[in-house]
């Protein structure tokens, strides 16, 4: 990535995990400090310190600027408001989670390139933002953490969790929302980005009737995605590009109003970016990849290699190239384009989109969404 041509990079999250770490991918062993769980001020930034000890990030950091926004594990797995996840650990007491969420956004300020708006107060900070790059677009960067209700019949995934339709949960909290809403009405950017931690398009990962999906990402918030979509059609976006990390895979999705209508409009396009190392080497396709396909007609693409998209966007088109490798576990690995989808500006109010080849460069703005680490 460091020797890409880019303008930014965008970092869609889970910089880094909470979790013990023993081993890197590469089999070093590391040392028993960073063996157990983050959990306090002094650990949290012994495991951002780890993790900046990679050659190819503090690289890639020198080489450009970046907008980070986190998603769960720069303070704790799958983690909604003032609660923990559902576990034996002591912060399952919000008050007790509270303190662990201000020394971690503490440790997160010190170590990621963040302006001063972003300083946490406490266990409390503002980091849902709106960022213009000049005329060509506007970067809607969401905090799906702080706010949300927590996740309906609990964190994991269901086919029969009616409350994942409740009106009143809630990934953005009211007022984000509204803020968001607004920036449909008013923006006169050529293209609306927002950074967005997990899938927003809806992931059925069992074909037939049933729809079986996880309940952490927006198909656990299906009244709140709805309302969004709605929105932003309502408001006359036709240029709406959501980019977003979490799955360690690679997908491109068309958002539907209501993807329970089949007959529903597509408003939008999903990127979903794939993790740099997590997941080890990976593979160009998987059983799962093939039941997404066929549960989900909205999904035009899955891979599951490691990698980034690289994104070139000019006023006539937006291009997404997903960049893959072959392997992580050793080094030097040959990064190679697996596929790009373009869409004109001047198309996409009607949704007509294809695949190609990388063809020529349009060198207005260039953007690597980079999914996690």
Not at 87 to 104: C, G, Y
Not at 197 to 211: C, F, I, L, R, S
Request: net charge negative; hydrophobic share 30%.
């Amino acid at each position: 990535m460091a020797d890409e041509d880019l303008d930014l990079v965008v970092h869609l999250g889970d910089y880094l995990y909470e979790s013990g770490v023993k081993t890197n991918k590469r089999g070093v062993v590391t040392d028993p400090r960073f063996h157990t769980e983050t959990f306090d001020l002094a650990r949290y930034r012994l495991q951002y310190s780890l993790y900046k000890t990679e050659a190819p990030l503090q690289a890639a950091h020198a080489a450009h600027p970046w907008i980070h926004t986190f998603d769960d594990h720069e303070v704790e797995n799958n983690w909604a408001g003032d609660l923990s996840q559902a576990d034996t650990e002591p912060d399952q007491d919000p008050v007790v989670f509270r303190t662990r969420r201000a020394q971690a956004f503490q440790a997160m300020y010190e170590n990621l390139p963040l302006r001063h708006a972003q300083m946490p107060s406490g266990p409390d900070i503002r980091y849902h933002r709106r960022l213009p790059y000049g005329r060509l677009a506007d970067f809607t960067i969401l905090d799906t953490r702080q706010y949300r209700s927590d996740q309906p019949c609990g964190d994991g995934d269901s086919s029969t969790c009616d409350d994942r339709f409740d009106p009143d949960n809630t990934m953005l909290g009211g007022k984000q929302r509204e803020w968001l809403l607004n920036g449909f009405r008013t923006s006169n950017a050529r293209w609306q980005v927002i950074g967005n931690q997990t899938p927003m398009g809806q992931t059925d990962w069992t074909p037939g009737p049933e729809t079986h999906v996880w309940l952490d990402p927006w198909d656990g918030y299906v009244a709140e995605r709805n309302k969004v979509l709605a929105a932003a059609q309502d408001s006359g976006v036709r240029n709406l590009v959501v980019i977003t990390g979490d799955r360690h895979q690679n997908y491109a999705l068309e958002l539907k109003r209501d993807f329970a209508d089949p007959a529903s409009p597509t408003v939008g396009t999903e990127f979903v970016g794939t993790s740099i190392t997590s997941g080890g080497d990976g593979a160009d396709t998987t059983d799962q990849g093939q039941q997404f396909l066929a549960a989900n007609p909205h999904l035009k693409f899955f891979n599951s290699q490691r990698g980034y998209v690289r994104v070139t966007a000019d006023k006539h088109q937006w291009r997404s190239d997903f960049r893959v490798l072959p392997y992580v576990s050793k080094p030097n690995a040959p990064i190679t384009t697996r596929a790009s989808y373009p869409a004109t500006w001047s198309k996409i109010a009607n949704r007509t989109f294809s695949w190609t080849e990388i063809s020529r460069k349009h060198r207005q703005g260039v953007v690597a969404a980079v999914a996690e680490s």
